[in-house]
């Protein structure tokens, strides 16, 4: 299929391409990874870790001032070679500092906005034993603002209270949610 690029950055594009009716559609793609990873880190099998969020779109256009999410990020954006697999391992160790003992990739090719972007994401679930800090976590780039453990029998009160308080939860943490009902 045939697209048109519309404007260009280092990390976001606007293309256009033709809808089976033969009118424009327009949407995002990134140029510079292959796929993002989320990663739900259960620990000790009775919490979850949140990562809080303050993403620049969803404040510049007063939607909320806050999300709840789970660590994630690019697969192949720094290193062309990079796998899922390595990609999960970075993102775990740079937004919450920690490792897993085991990583079980749940879903590849979770769409959270196919009419709008051409992104997919590869849904991982990383359990962790011990809830120990092996290296400093980032706040990538002042995005990430504060982290919550969670105990799985409480989210859902836990999200009901957020949402209360004007917080949205993103699609890529929800998705991943799904697959705790699986957890032995």
């Given at each position: 299929?045939?697209?048109?690029?519309?404007?260009?950055?280092k990390?976001l594009?606007?293309?256009?391409?033709?809808s089976?009716?033969?009118?424009?559609?327009?949407?995002?793609?990134?140029?510079?990874?292959?796929?993002?990873?989320?990663?739900?880190p259960?620990?000790?099998?009775?919490?979850?870790?949140?990562?809080?969020?303050?993403?620049p779109?969803?404040?510049?256009?007063?939607?909320v001032?806050?999300?709840?999410?789970?660590?994630?990020?690019l697969?192949?954006?720094?290193?062309?070679?990079?796998?899922?697999?390595?990609a999960?391992?970075?993102?775990?160790?740079?937004?919450?500092?920690?490792?897993?003992?085991?990583?079980?990739?749940?879903?590849?090719?979770?769409?959270?906005?196919?009419?709008c972007?051409?992104?997919?994401?590869?849904?991982?679930?990383?359990?962790?034993?011990?809830?120990?800090?092996?290296?400093?976590?980032?706040?990538?780039?002042?995005?990430?603002?504060?982290?919550?453990?969670?105990?799985?029998?409480?989210?859902?009160?836990?999200?009901?209270?957020?949402?209360?308080?004007?917080?949205?939860?993103?699609?890529?943490?929800?998705?991943?949610?799904?697959?705790?009902?699986?957890?032995?």
């Amino acid at each position: 299929m045939e697209n048109k690029l519309l404007y260009d950055t280092k990390y976001l594009q606007l293309k256009s391409t033709k809808s089976k009716t033969g009118n424009d559609w327009v949407y995002a793609h990134r140029p510079n990874a292959k796929d993002v990873v989320v990663i739900l880190p259960v620990i000790n099998n009775e919490k979850i870790l949140f990562l809080i969020e303050e993403r620049p779109p969803m404040k510049a256009e007063n939607i909320v001032k806050y999300s709840i999410a789970i660590p994630a990020g690019l697969v192949g954006d720094e290193n062309k070679d990079e796998t899922i697999e390595e990609a999960i391992k970075k993102e775990l160790l740079e937004e919450a500092g920690l490792k897993a003992e085991k990583i079980e990739i749940k879903s590849r090719k979770v769409a959270s906005s196919p009419g709008c972007v051409s992104e997919t994401v590869t849904i991982a679930i990383a359990y962790i034993n011990n809830y120990n800090i092996v290296s400093t976590p980032i706040s990538d780039g002042g995005v990430i603002v504060d982290r919550e453990l969670v105990s799985i029998d409480n989210i859902y009160s836990w999200l009901q209270e957020k949402e209360a308080e004007g917080y949205a939860l993103t699609a890529s943490t929800l998705a991943a949610l799904f697959y705790l009902r699986e957890r032995k």
